[in-house]
């Protein structure tokens, strides 16, 4: 079928990543894995952190970054954390262990999450972690445990009254018995401020709910708690794909686009282009003046000695990753091709949320480069150099699992043993739904390392002995 300009999103261009793709180290490395395998730029981490800290210090607002650790498991970013005195945002005694295991101080650490469990918030104390408390139950087992520990480090975390129904944080009523049971138990638990993590992206939202905190640490202050720090949560929107071309995919997508006429709505999509993103939403929060009026957030905190805690999981991740699949077979379709990857759709998690992964995968072709690639067919010389259009599926038995139900138009037919990259996959798409389903191994996460203008290569975590 001839490809007449489908709808395509291609991720913003990243030449230096672009630069490591055009040589043979993809290749290598699906040749060496003989399976999909993540690739993970810890350098580009630094510079999302370093955005993040050089936002706060041009506004002048004392500040802390953790990053929220969900957002990707490798170990590679708390590695990073760890020698830069960056925080991490942990949700589990998991990821409590993995962080203090890679040498991240208790004290850089933040426990958010619901009703944590009781030995999660043990080690929280004992390792002198903040908490984050999400309800009234969960602060008396502080105060309880603090019987037998140190005294606890303690946020309240607030419920959005912009979203009432989000199942997370302490309503109205139950912050005024939070804080009263926070000034009677003085000695056991160092009550430091309070806390939010608001959905979607906007940032207004985020500045008005930081002002309404920035009040309630002067109110508690007055009951004799030291109340100075506030956390805004994560959020801060990944901008992955022109503003140009993400008008026009989203104009131009219809049922027609996609293998078996799978829908989507266009709103369960990620806003995959976002005009403010990174360090600059952070920016556009200090900037903005909470509810409307009166000085914009970064004089408020300033004024009432507030220091500003935020937890970015995807941002810090922007661009900082992608994933390499190899193509194992393909098949034709009425109009269309049917590629099967050689992984499945777990690691690409956006396509189990009624979803879709939506920044276009690349296409690295074997055969130009590599003579006779054992196993494989002789590449030679392409017969057919006509764009395609195909969807991509997992090595499964599911219909379910595909990596991408849209019908991508690649500049030529793709082949066995070509390699699909999907961009920037980092933040939360590599391993949030990983499993060794039909006993596939995970893909194995390779760390780039660059140091005097080379480029090495490890894993992430060695190999059991
Ligand atoms: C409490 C909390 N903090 C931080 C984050 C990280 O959010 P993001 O990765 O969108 O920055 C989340 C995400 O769910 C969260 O629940």
Same mark, same amino acid.
């Given at each position: 079928?001839? &490809? ?7 991720a913003h +261009? ?19 894995? $003989? ?13 999302n ?22 957002a ?10 760890? &020698? ?5 945002? !942990? ?19 933040? &426990? ?76 056991? &638990?160092?009550?430091? $401020? /309070? ?6 992206y ?18 508690? #202050? ?10 805004? $949560?994560g959020g801060f929107a990944v901008d992955y794909a ?28 990620y806003p995959y282009h976002s005009?403010v993103a990174g360090a600059d939403a ?13 000085? +914009? ?15 970015p999981g995807r941002a810090l991740l922007d661009r900082a990753?992608?994933? !390499? ?34 920044p ?9 480069? #590599? ?7 002789? +590449?030679?010389? #392409? ?28 500049? !030529? ?10 961009p920037n996959t980092a933040g939360y798409q ?6 060794? /389903? ?28």
């Amino acid at each position: 079928m001839a &490809v007449t300009n489908p709808p395509s999103l291609p991720a913003h +261009p990243d030449p230096r990543l672009d630069a490591i793709l055009a040589g043979d180290l993809p290749h290598e490395l699906a040749h060496a894995f $003989g399976g999909p395998f993540h690739l993970l730029l810890p350098e580009r981490f630094d510079a999302n952190v370093a955005a993040f800290r050089t936002a706060l210090d041009e506004a002048g607002v004392d500040g802390h970054v953790y990053y929220a650790k969900k957002a990707n498991k490798a170990a590679a970013w708390i590695e990073r954390c760890a &020698v830069n005195g960056t925080g991490v945002d !942990v949700a589990s005694l998991g990821e409590l262990r993995e962080a203090l295991g890679h040498g991240v101080r208790g004290e850089n650490l933040v &426990v958010t999450g619901p009703a944590k469990s009781d030995d999660l918030l043990r080690i929280a104390v004992l390792q002198g972690c903040l908490i984050a408390v999400d309800a009234l139950d969960e602060l008396d087992r502080i105060v309880a445990l603090t019987t037998v520990t140190r005294p606890a480090r303690l946020l309240l975390r607030r419920l959005p009254p912009a979203q009432p129904h989000s199942r997370f944080g302490l309503d109205d009523a139950e912050l005024a018995t939070a804080l009263q049971r926070c000034a009677d138990a003085v000695g056991s &638990v160092r009550m430091e $401020g /309070f806390s939010f993590h608001l959905s979607g992206y906007a940032t207004q939202p985020r500045a008005d709910l930081a002002g309404e905190l920035v009040e309630l640490c002067l109110k508690a #202050r007055a009951m004799g708690l030291p109340a100075d720090r506030i956390s805004i $949560g994560g959020g801060f929107a990944v901008d992955y794909a022109a503003a140009g071309d993400w008008e026009r995919f989203l104009a131009e997508q219809g049922p027609g686009d996609y293998h078996a006429g799978k829908t989507f709505t266009p709103a369960d999509f990620y806003p995959y282009h976002s005009p403010v993103a990174g360090a600059d939403a952070l920016r556009a929060i200090l900037a903005a003046r909470p509810s409307g009026g009166g000085a +914009p957030l970064a004089d408020r905190l300033r004024e009432a000695g507030v220091t500003l805690l935020m937890e970015p999981g995807r941002a810090l991740l922007d661009r900082a990753g992608c994933t !390499v699949f190899r193509v194992q077979g393909v098949k034709e379709r009425s109009g269309y091709a049917i590629l099967t990857a050689d992984g499945t759709s777990l690691s690409l998690s956006e396509q189990w949320f009624n979803s879709e992964y939506l920044p276009d995968p690349v296409l690295l072709t074997t055969g130009e480069r #590599r003579e006779g690639a054992p196993g494989l067919p002789n +590449p030679g010389e #392409r017969p057919d150099t006509a764009p395609v259009r195909a969807c991509v599926g997992g090595a499964t038995c599911l219909e379910s699992d595909m990596l991408t139900w849209r019908k991508v138009a690649f500049p !030529v037919r793709p082949r066995p043993g070509d390699l699909l990259v999907y961009p920037n996959t980092a933040g939360y798409q590599m391993d949030s739904n990983e499993s060794p /389903f039909h006993d596939l191994s995970l893909p194995p996460k390779v760390v780039l390392d660059e140091a005097d203008g080379r480029v090495r290569w490890r894993l992430d975590r060695r190999p059991p002995s």
